[in-house]
Structure formats: structure tokens, C-alpha cells
């Protein structure tokens, strides 16, 4: 088995998590094993477990388990099963949907939407992202406006990775891996299956698919045209919406 296909390529665990993502030698398909039937029995049907601090406007449907010294602002929605270790901060209207397991120390932006994933400790998604059916590693950084997109635009099932690196999940909803340490800019958008190890950096605006190793560093090069305009001053458009 090729070491990039293997759970250990991509992390070192997480000890805050309610149970282990997977053996460090087993293969990236074990990632797509059942994770919201784990999580409903480790926190009991229906309970909600609260030790943070959560305040006023903030929607829980399900089973959810909440750790000590943690936020959720006003205005986010929780669907459970979904567990939150110490000290996060949950920013205004983010949304936590079933299957999410949040580590220690981690920060949801505001407006961020996060689906049946993993993000481990100390792991940041910015505001306005969207995260499906992913594992992110400790540390990993996901800029604002970014997108890990979990189904095929063909809605065909999910291999991970390509080329040597390349494994079946056999799923049709599935996200990215990123391993420990990676860091997203802002407006990335990773294709479904997308696996990058850790320590790799992605700027700005990137289109990433397949399987980038570890500590790389991934630019967009782009040409700009530049040509001479007019000075036109632009009027206030408020005309435009509304009855004066």
C-alpha cells in the first residue's frame, strides 16, 4: 500500500476526539466508515450535553455534546449528532449539521457551514466556508470563502486522491482530506476527493483536485491585461432601488 494512501501520511491523532478517526495503517477508505451512528452512541439519543457557554439564539435539534470554555454566539443552528470539545469558539451563524466532531480549540467563522466532518484540534474555518463530509488534521486553516465540495458534478461515486495515491471510498458524498498543519487561502475550492498531506499550503482562488503531498507549496499564476479607460465618474445608483 502506497504510504500516501494510509492514515498516518495524513495525521498523527487527536486525543480531544470522541474516538480515533482510524488505525494509522489502515487506508483512506476508512475514512468513509460510519460516523454519525458512532457519534449518536457515544453521546446517547437525544441528549444534549451543554458544559460551554451558549448563548441566547442558538438552535439544537439532536444529540449534542458541548465542552468546557466553549462559545456558540447567537444565531448558530446545531444539528445533531454533532460533538464540540473545549475551548471553540462558534462564530454568529454558523451551522453544524449532523456527524460534525469538533476537536479542542477550534474556531467556525461566522456564517461557515460544516457537514458530517472531522476537524481536528486547533484546526480554524473562516467565514462563509463550506466543509462536507471531510477530515481536516490539527492545525489546518481554511480560508474565508472556501469550499471542500463533497458531491461529484455527475453524482457518480468518490475515489480519493489519483494516480498511485488514488483509492476507491465508493461513496457519493464525500469531501477532502487535509492533513495536519495544511492551510487553504481564501476561495479555494477543493473537488470531491481531494487529498493533501500535511504541512502543504494552497493560495488564494486554487482549483484543487487529486492528491497534492506534504509540504508543498501550491500557487495560482495568472496574466492580467491592463488597458487604458475612460475616467467616468460612477453616480450613486440609489435611483436605481429606491422612490425618491
Known amino acids: 500500500m502506497p504510504e500516501a494512501t494510509q492514515i498516518g501520511y495524513f495525521f498523527e491523532g487527536d486525543p480531544a476526539l470522541p474516538f480515533p478517526v482510524a488505525e494509522f495503517d489502515e487506508g483512506l477508505e476508512a475514512l468513509a466508515n460510519d460516523r454519525v451512528g458512532r ?24 444529540p449534542a455534546y458541548i ?14 449528532p454533532v460533538f464540540i470539545g473545549k475551548n471553540c469558539s462558534v462564530r454568529h451563524g454558523a451551522q453544524l449539521r449532523d456527524g460534525t466532531i469538533l476537536g479542542d480549540d477550534c474556531v467556525v467563522g461566522h456564517s461557515a457551514e460544516i457537514k458530517n466532518s472531522i476537524c481536528m484540534s486547533g484546526s ?3 467565514s462563509g466556508v463550506f466543509i462536507g463530509d471531510s477530515v481536516l488534521g490539527r492545525s489546518a486553516r481554511v480560508g474565508s470563502g472556501a469550499i471542500l465540495a463533497n458531491r ?18 465508493d461513496r457519493e458524498f464525500f469531501g477532502a482530506v487535509l492533513g495536519d498543519h495544511v492551510r487553504l487561502g481564501a476561495n479555494v475550492v477543493a473537488a470531491p476527493g481531494t487529498i493533501v498531506g500535511p504541512y502543504t499550503w494552497v493560495s488564494s482562488l486554487v482549483s484543487l483536485h487529486g492528491f497534492i503531498p506534504r509540504a508543498k507549496l501550491v500557487l495560482l499564476k495568472q496574466e492580467l491585461e ?8 460612477l453616480r450613486s445608483g440609489r435611483e436605481d432601488y429606491e422612490t425618491l
Not at 67 to 80: D, E, K, L, M, Q
Not at 226 to 233: A, F, L, N, T, Y
Open 39 to 62: 457519534l449518536t452512541d457515544w453521546i446517547g439519543t437525544g441528549d444534549v450535553i451543554i458544559e460551554g457557554v451558549v448563548d441566547s439564539g442558538v438552535a439544537i435539534d439532536g
Open 67 to 80: 465542552g468546557s470554555g466553549t462559545v456558540i454566539h447567537s444565531g448558530c443552528a446545531i444539528t445533531g
Open 124 to 126: 480554524k474555518m473562516q
Open 152 to 169: 461529484r458534478f455527475d453524482q457518480r461515486a468518490i475515489s480519493l486522491g489519483s494516480g498511485q495515491s488514488k483509492t476507491a471510498v
Open 226 to 233: 491592463i488597458r487604458d479607460k475612460d475616467e467616468v465618474d
